[in-house]
């Protein structure tokens, strides 16, 4: 069976969470502490699963690791209805997957965590920077979905999966979703597809 290393506070492990679950993949969930003292994501244990220390990090049936949340929802995606088989559409799906990682992830999902560990203060010089470039990645989205009801090919996808992650929680960043119509329509619209999971369950 497949074993997913994961923190239920993470977005990044949730994409794999409800991806495996969506396309109903069983697999084994191990939980390991990413802060604090035991820092259980930079043992030498961990770390020949994942030099990167990170998760989430999958040990697929053969044995063999894959890390990179986005790298692993492509994997388990091939064949499936959650990946198209068009080539601009596929390469489209890469497009918003890198936006996630690059204009959105780092913005977003940092502010949040800063919030839910507490890290605020330590990191307050950084603070307005993200916050404002966490609203330019809503904003690139808010246009975007404005005319569509998905980000790809009118069809919910991996790349919405990607977005959702941690837009769906970005409030627990302390970012305002109310000039943001089309993005909180399209949540929603996530939040309906069959076999969805909450953050928060394993």
Known sequence: MIRLYDNLVSGN??????????????????????VGPKRETRTPEFLARNPNGRIPCVRLEDGKHLWESNAIQWYFAEGSPLLPVDRLARAQVLQWMFFEQYSHEPYIAVVRAWHHFGLVEQNRAQLADRVERGYAALGVMESHLSSRRFFVAERYSIADIALYAYTH?????KFDLAAYPAVRAW????????????????
């Open 13 to 34: 492990g949730y994409k794999v969470r409800l991806l495996l679950t969506q396309l109903g993949i069983p697999f084994e969930l191990v939980q390991l502490e990413i």
């Open 169 to 173: 929680v970005a409030d627990e960043g």
């Open 187 to 202: 949540l929603e619209r996530v939040r309906a597809q069959p076999k969805h999971i909450p953050i928060t369950q394993a």
